[in-house]
């Protein structure tokens, strides 16, 4: 069984190795690009595990799963953002995305948070289930990732701690 830890300073290069096979193999569940951040210097991933909180679950020194947490600076203070969620095609349903969420939620309360949010693609139907599955509500609010396309608007979910 896969362990689920908190990526530590020297865990940058298991971040990067599963953000990237997340882009690669699911390119249109991020915001981001394999494209652009393919692209990065190894000094911008260890900044990214110090900005914020990476979970990775972990079998046999290999990276299987990734979510990450932060506090967005343009957020009440009482949130925490989940960001970056991604499980192996091959782990899918095995309970690690909500071993990592309860990671999520833990460091969320402990870092003074009462509320959880996330946005998620408009046509990512099952990444939408999931979510509403650990508990997440479509708040109503939409990111619009390019402007004047409010087809394409992220939506805004929400969970309390």
Known sequence: MAD???AQED????????RLRSL??????????WEKES????????QRVQDAAWF???DDGQPL???AVRHEGDSPENERELQAMWVTPSSRK???AQRLAE?????AKEDGADTVTLYVGPTNTVAQSLYTSLGFQDTGDRWEIREDDADGAWLKMARGL
């Open 24 to 33: 690669s193999t699911d390119p249109a569940a991020f915001g981001q690009s």
């Open 65 to 67: 799963a990734v979510v």
């Open 56 to 58: 990775l679950a972990v």
């Open 11 to 18: 865990d940058w290069s298991l971040v990067r190795e599963i």
């Open 94 to 96: 095995s309970g690690l």
């Open 39 to 46: 692209t990065y210097d190894d000094s911008v991933w260890r």
């Open 4 to 6: 689920i830890i908190r």
């Open 103 to 107: 990671a999520v939620f833990s460091w």
